[in-house]
C-alpha cells in the first residue's frame, strides 16, 4: 500500500460496472451485484448480500477487520444509477464505457461506479494488511439509491444490531471541494379552499381558491428566512407546485393545491420552518371565513448538518487530499439533501463528497476524468492508513 496506484485495474472494473445496466428501479439488481461479487471473489475479498423482507438484493457489505481494537469507518457509493434520459442526445452510447481524450463516458461512471472501483480497490488491499490495523473498515455498495430510498443503506444502518459507526466516506464525485454537510429539508401539501360557482354566473361569484392559493405562493415566495451566518447555504423556500380546477372552463375551483420545499440549516429547523409557514398561512386565512381554513399536510425530511473541521474524519481526509493533490480543498456544505443527511439523523457523522473529476452527472454524456482516479485513490487510501493506526484516539 501507499505505493503505485493500479489505475489500469480500478478502469477495467469502472469499465465492466457501466456496461452493467443498473438504472434504479428500471433494470434488475442481480447483473451489477453479480458483476462486483466476482471481482471480489476473485481478489479473495469475502462480501454479504443485505436483502429485503422478500429476498430482493439491497446492497453489498464488505467488512475487514484490523488485529486490535479501534474505530469504525464505512466506504459508501451507489451501484444503481439514474436512467439515460434522451439516448439520441449521447455522444457514445450510455452503456459502452467509451473512452475519449481520458475520459471515460457512461450512465453511473461518475455516480457513482467511479467510487465503487476505487472503494472496491481499496478494501482489497486493506484486506490484505490488518494485522497493521486498528478497528474496522466496512464498504457498503447501495443498489436501491437513485431510487430516493436508500433502500441498501436503511438495510445496514438500520438493523437491530447494527453498530453505530465512527465515520462515513460517501463517494459523491467532485475534486474541487470537501463536502462536510448539507442542508436539510422538510415539504409540505397545502390545501386552500374556496367557495365553487359557474364561471358564467353575474350574482354568485363564489370564492375562487386558485386566486387565494396565488396569493398565498407569492407570500409564501415572498418570505424572508432567517440568515444563518455559521452555515454555508441559506435556508431557501420553493412553491414547487400549485393545482387547483377541474380542467374544465366552466367552474370556479373550490379547492387549490400548493407543494412546498423547505430547505433548513441548523439555525433554521423544522420547528422554525414550520413556525414560519404556519404564520404565513394564517396571516392569509385571517381574511375570510374560518371554516375555509387552509389544511397543511407536513412530510417529515431530514435535518440540516455539517461535520466539524475537527472531527478526525474530516481532518484526515482534508490533510490527505491536499497531500494527494498539492493544493488544500475547501470543506464546503451541499445545497441538495443526501444520504449524509439521514445518516446525521441517526448521529453517525458523513462526508458526502470527494471524489473523481466529472461532468454530466444525470444528463447525457455523463463522465470521468480518468487521469482523477489516481490522486482520489491515494486520499482515501492515506485517510484510512491515519484513522486505522494502532492508538489512533476515536472521535
Partial sequence: ???????ASIVELLTALVRVPSRGG??????????IEAWFSAH?????????????????????RGASAGPHYVLNASLDTASFGDESMWAYPPLAAHIENGWLYGRGSADSKAAVAIFAHLAAAFAQRTDTLAGTLCVLFDLDEHTGRFGGARAF????????????FIGYPGLDRII???RGFIRARLVVRGIAAHSGASSTRGLNAAIRGARLAAALNAATLPVDRAFDRPAQLTVTGIRAGDGTFTSVPDRCELTLDCRLTPGFDAVEARRL???????QDAQ??????????WIDGWPAYRVPESHPMAHALYHAARNALGAALPLAVAGPSNIGNYLASLGVPALCGFGVRCEGIHAANERVELASIAPVYRAYEHALLTLLAPDKPRA
Wanted: charged residues 25%.
Fill in 44 to 64: 479473495h475479498v469475502h462480501t454479504r448480500r443485505l436483502v429485503s423482507a422478500d429476498g430482493a438484493p439491497l446492497a453489498l457489505h464488505i467488512e475487514i
Fill in 1 to 7: 500500500m501507499t505505493g503505485a496506484v493500479d489505475t
Fill in 288 to 297: 375570510h371565513d374560518p371554516s375555509l381554513a387552509t389544511s397543511i399536510e
Fill in 157 to 168: 444502518f438500520d438493523a437491530p444490531d447494527a453498530v453505530k459507526p465512527d465515520g462515513v
Fill in 26 to 35: 428500471i433494470d434488475t439488481r442481480a447483473p451489477v451485484l453479480e458483476c
Fill in 180 to 182: 462536510v454537510g448539507a
Fill in 277 to 283: 409557514i404556519e404564520g404565513i398561512v394564517c396571516d
